[in-house]
């Protein structure tokens, strides 16, 4: 029957093919999470100045006949903060998926390389290319239509989110 004993926040409890837990441990648990969750919620990244000097313009997208496709969102962003920013997810209702990608120019060819962020330089404007950095949507829902326009929404390290509005032509 010792074999089936075992130490469990200082308490000696039975197993009986489930773990027990006794004196509140559960209640304790989920209070902790939760002012885990709470103190997150109020340090989101981006505060009201952060987010108001950050602007996204020009945003667009090739038009396409095919669905299931990968594209290139290209756009413009505009950072006035006193310190650097950097852009961590993109969601479209467009693409089932997104990724950063930035272009290496070493030895032979230019080769995509997918990125963790995309960083964006304090006081400066960055504009996201083909050939640089840049946001690749991939498997596109459904075909897409010269002079459409989606919201997108980008999130930004300090500014938060930030909606964008997305034109597709067939130049971008």
Not at 22 to 30: A, K, N, V
Not at 122 to 129: H, I, Q, S, V
Request: aromatic letters at 4%.
């Amino acid at each position: 029957m010792d074999d089936d004993r075992y130490e469990l926040r200082g308490r000696t409890d039975i197993d009986r093919g489930r773990r027990i837990v006794r004196g509140g441990g559960g209640l304790r648990l989920f209070a902790i999470r939760l002012l885990i969750v709470g103190l997150g919620l109020t340090l989101v990244p981006g505060s009201a100045a952060a987010s108001d000097a950050l602007k996204v313009t020009n945003a667009r997208v090739s038009a396409s006949d095919q669905i299931g496709i990968d594209l290139p969102l290209l756009l413009t962003i505009k950072n006035d903060a006193a310190e650097a920013d950097a852009i961590l997810r993109v969601r479209c209702p467009f693409a089932n998926f997104s990724e950063k990608h930035t272009v290496d120019r070493g030895e032979g060819a230019p080769a995509m390389r997918a990125v963790k962020s995309i960083p964006i330089p304090e006081n400066g404007t960055l504009e996201l290319r083909q050939d640089g950095y840049h946001v690749m949507l991939l498997e596109t829902r459904h075909k897409l239509v010269d002079g459409e326009t989606f919201t997108c929404a980008v999130v930004f390290q300090k500014a938060g989110i930030k909606e964008a509005e997305v034109q597709v032509s067939r130049t971008p």
